[in-house]
């Protein structure tokens, strides 16, 4: 049996404004998000078995939560292929860390198997069968850096500067939806449009939420901020600040305290997989 791998990239949404709520409950959103060269990786083999099994699932996670199987029902369901496949993923991004990492895994379980069971799913449909899955998978599937409004779901392509990003990991897990319902969370920030970004008033609506709940998240804001204009991503966990060059975020992450873990990466023009989609 022959296994391919497939990288899953992070992102970083460079700032997030709540901007109202739909009668659903899901809020809207304005956003930007980054891809960047650090993620996960998920070797993939197919077979005739007509089986999705995936070989070494998250503790914790059982089969009808686990993104990257249900990625492979859901498409095996849209096109009624007959295929099979094995999957193994190679876990570095943290859970609950506002990196977009299971929705990453998910959108790379789609493109790829797209591409080895031959299914021919365009980029906008795969899109659409992501967004079933959760609001930020549509993203990876664009595979660009993106302006994003709605949910996470309409998408202007953006062009940002090559950036490095250090990104801090606080020992601590934050589940989405609990941020998304705080009663204090603010969600009326004034609409933008794409082209005041970036400006010094973008800020991540979620993240005051997320430091009362979450102190230590504050603590990896105040050290970064040390360096850089630090920010969380997403729902958090975990914060960011940008720089020029290659040297200066090695220099931060050199200086990291033992108590705080870390890493470097460089933005993505472009998500690896791009070109397996037209
Ligand atoms: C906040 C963001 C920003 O990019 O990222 P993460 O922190 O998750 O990485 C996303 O909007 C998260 O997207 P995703 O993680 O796919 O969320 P989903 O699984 O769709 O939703 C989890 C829960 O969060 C709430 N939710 C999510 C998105 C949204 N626009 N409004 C919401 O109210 C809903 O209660 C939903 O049940
Ligand atoms: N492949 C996967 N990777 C990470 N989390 C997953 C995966 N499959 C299911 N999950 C569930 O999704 C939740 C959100 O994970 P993740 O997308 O990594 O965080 P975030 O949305 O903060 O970026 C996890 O807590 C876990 O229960």
């Not at 996960?40 to 070494?56: F, K, Q, R, Y």
Request: proline share 6%.
């Amino acid at each position: 049996m022959t296994y391919h791998a497939f990288p899953a990239p992070a992102k970083l949404n460079l700032f997030l404004h709540v901007i109202g709520r739909r009668s659903d409950g899901y809020h809207l959103l304005q956003t930007v998000f980054r891809l960047i060269d650090h993620g996960d990786t998920l070797h993939i083999a197919i077979d005739h078995s007509g089986e999705i099994v995936h070989e070494n699932p998250l503790p914790g996670v059982p089969a009808e939560q686990d993104l990257i199987i249900r990625a492979a029902r859901l498409l095996k369901q849209a096109s009624g292929s007959r295929l099979g496949c094995r999957l193994r993923l190679d876990k570095r991004l943290p859970m609950g860390g506002g990196l977009g990492g299971g929705s990453s895994d998910a959108a790379t379980t789609l493109m790829a198997l797209n591409h080895l069971w031959g299914t021919r799913f365009s980029r906008e449909q795969l899109q659409a069968l992501g967004l079933q899955l959760g609001a930020d998978v549509p993203v990876f599937i664009f595979g660009r850096d993106a302006f994003a409004e709605g949910v996470g779901e309409t998408l202007q392509p953006i062009r940002l500067p090559n950036q490095w990003y250090v990104v801090l990991i606080p020992p601590v897990s934050v589940p989405t939806a609990e941020i998304f319902s705080d009663p204090c969370l603010t969600r009326n920030s004034e609409p933008i449009i794409m082209a005041a970004f970036p400006n010094e008033q973008m800020h991540n609506d979620l993240q005051a939420v997320a430091v009362r709940k979450y102190p230590i998240i504050a603590d990896h804001l105040a050290w970064l901020s040390q360096y850089g204009n630090a920010m969380m991503t997403g729902s958090g966990a975990c914060v960011f600040a940008a720089f020029d060059t290659q040297v200066e975020a090695e220099r931060v992450i050199t200086a990291l305290p033992a108590t705080m873990q870390g890493f470097s990466a460089q933005s993505m023009m472009q998500h690896p997989l791009f070109d397996l989609l037209d």
